[in-house]
């Protein structure tokens, strides 16, 4: 309602369309390309489509309740704001929203349970913080700052991916467990072969 749509149910509709959509791209991509290629391609142009609504609420009046200012007629602003959040809401569901929940396959058999168990506090204990906090962070620091904020987690998120987040595309269970040998990104690239004498 704030970016001027009369009917959000529709809006939420084709969101959730578009998630539902590319879950099923990233199940088929996944294994094929990798999950390091696939982050490294999507977190970048998720950031982009939040860069792309924090402009478009620039030229959305809006006052600290989040109301739009009396008599406001909006345009071009909420269809951009629109587009960009199926834009991110593409490339989140086929990239780091479901690759997310795939990391299981780094951690060792000895330690996987402990592993998966700390990955899903860590992406429910994320997504709790994003909850709770956006409404005030939105009254506080105005949409285009909030979105502009997440712009740049996502930047943060590209460096992390880039320099610490191995591709496993093609290991075996028993190459994996050398974890530490292929950590960061330059030996990342090529995992020696396993002397098998």
Same mark, same amino acid.
């Given at each position: 309602?704030?970016?001027?749509?009369?009917?959000?149910?529709?809006?939420?509709?084709?969101? $959730?369309?578009?998630?539902?959509? !590319?879950t !099923?791209?990233?199940?088929?991509?996944?294994?094929?390309?990798?999950?390091?290629?696939?982050?490294?391609?999507?977190?970048? /142009?998720?950031? /982009?489509?939040?860069?792309?609504?924090?402009?478009?609420? $620039?030229?959305?009046?809006?006052?600290?309740?989040?109301?739009?200012?009396?008599?406001t007629?909006?345009?071009?602003?909420?269809?951009?704001?629109?587009?960009?959040?199926?834009?991110?809401?593409?490339?989140?569901?086929?990239?780091?929203?479901?690759?997310?929940?795939?990391?299981?396959?780094? !951690?060792?058999?000895?330690?996987?349970?402990?592993?998966?168990?700390?990955?899903?506090?860590?992406?429910?204990?994320?997504?709790?913080?994003?909850?709770?906090t956006?409404?005030?962070?939105?009254e506080?620091?105005?949409?285009s700052?909030?979105?502009? /904020?997440?712009?740049?987690?996502c930047?943060?998120?590209?460096?992390?991916?880039y !320099?610490?987040?191995?591709e496993?595309a093609?290991?075996?269970?028993?190459?994996i467990?050398? /974890?530490?040998?292929?950590?960061w990104?330059?030996?990342?690239?090529?995992?020696?072969e396993?002397?098998?004498?």
């Amino acid at each position: 309602m704030q970016v001027g749509f009369d009917n959000p149910v529709a809006v939420g509709t084709i969101v $959730a369309a578009v998630n539902f959509i !590319f879950t !099923f791209v990233n199940l088929i991509l996944v294994d094929r390309v990798g999950r390091r290629r696939i982050l490294l391609s999507t977190v970048q /142009f998720m950031g /982009f489509a939040l860069i792309i609504s924090a402009v478009a609420f $620039a030229y959305i009046p809006t006052r600290h309740d989040l109301t739009l200012e009396p008599g406001t007629t909006i345009g071009w602003p909420a269809k951009l704001v629109l587009v960009s959040v199926v834009i991110y809401t593409a490339f989140y569901y086929s990239g780091i929203g479901n690759t997310a929940w795939l990391f299981s396959a780094l !951690f060792a058999m000895e330690v996987r349970s402990m592993g998966t168990m700390m990955m899903t506090c860590t992406c429910w204990g994320s997504n709790i913080v994003v909850a709770s906090t956006f409404l005030t962070q939105l009254e506080n620091t105005t949409p285009s700052g909030t979105y502009g /904020f997440y712009a740049g987690i996502c930047l943060l998120d590209y460096v992390a991916i880039y !320099f610490c987040y191995p591709e496993v595309a093609g290991m075996t269970l028993e190459d994996i467990r050398d /974890f530490h040998r292929w950590f960061w990104h330059q030996e990342s690239q090529g995992y020696p072969e396993t002397d098998k004498s």
